[in-house]
């Protein structure tokens, strides 16, 4: 089955600067790949997803990567603020919402003043 | 994004006893799936609960200690039976409409055993 490892486990960067998070997956054939935010108390957010047909896709100051050929794929968050602290997990699968998905161990990410 | 309610928000229950978890959906959807993040950890698929048929268990999760439950295509229950401690966790139903779409998820249920 799918294995998916997830970089670094916590991640601490001053407000306003750029912070990046890495996943890799093992499946060849998973083809879609969201990130997740989870604030304390609340259920995984879905920030941003990519689909293998497609290298770089952005969202205002959230961009995802992926490099089919390395499996892996990258969160860029630029410009943070502190409502980005949160703990964020990538995840993998063959058919998007249609399949379980295989998670990370996920990131947690402190903004600092 | 569809909105995804679920019941209850939290709980504590006594080991040996079961606790069932309604998930509901404010509209069709293809798919539905029961997660359990351990305190502190990741999330682990359970299973994918099928409308009208037998859910689809992962490796490591059977039928008799989560039973689900998913009579039409917006609502689905989880069963945590005979609860251990090791059992405490939060539960969080997801839902996918299919075609290679997004996967959402609810609030969670907080489960502590005693």
């Known amino acids: 089955g799918e294995n998916v490892e997830q970089h670094p486990s916590t991640l601490s960067v001053q407000e306003g600067d750029s912070a990046v998070i890495k996943c890799t997956y093992s499946d060849s054939a998973s083809n879609y790949f969201p990130w997740y935010k989870q604030e304390l108390g609340k259920g995984p957010q879905l920030i941003i997803d990519?689909?293998?047909?497609?290298g770089e896709k952005k969202d205002q100051r959230i961009a995802v990567t992926l490099n089919k050929t390395a499996k892996h794929f990258s969160l860029h968050i630029t410009e943070t603020q502190p409502e980005d602290s949160a703990v964020y997990f990538c995840?993998?699968?063959?058919?998007?919402?249609?399949?379980?998905?295989?998670f990370g161990k996920g990131t947690h990410l402190i903004i600092q003043p | 994004s569809a909105v995804i309610s679920q019941k209850p928000s939290r709980d504590i229950c006594q080991r040996g006893t079961s606790l069932t978890i309604q998930c509901q959906v404010d509209s069709q959807v293809t798919m539905m799936f029961w997660y359990r993040q351990q305190p502190g950890q990741s999330l682990t698929l359970i299973a994918t609960a099928n409308q009208g048929s037998e859910a689809t268990y992962e490796s490591g999760f059977v039928i008799d200690k989560f039973p689900i439950s998913r009579p039409n295509l917006t609502f689905s229950t989880l069963t945590v039976s005979n609860m251990s401690p090791e059992d405490s966790s939060i539960y969080l139903c997801?839902?996918?409409?299919?075609?290679?779409?997004?996967?959402?998820f609810g609030q969670g249920t907080r489960l502590t055993v005693v």
């Open positions: 995840a993998a699968s063959e058919g998007g919402g249609a399949d379980g998905l295989t």
């Open positions: 997801s839902v996918g409409t299919g075609g290679g779409t997004e996967a959402f």
């Open positions: 990519i689909r293998s047909n497609v």
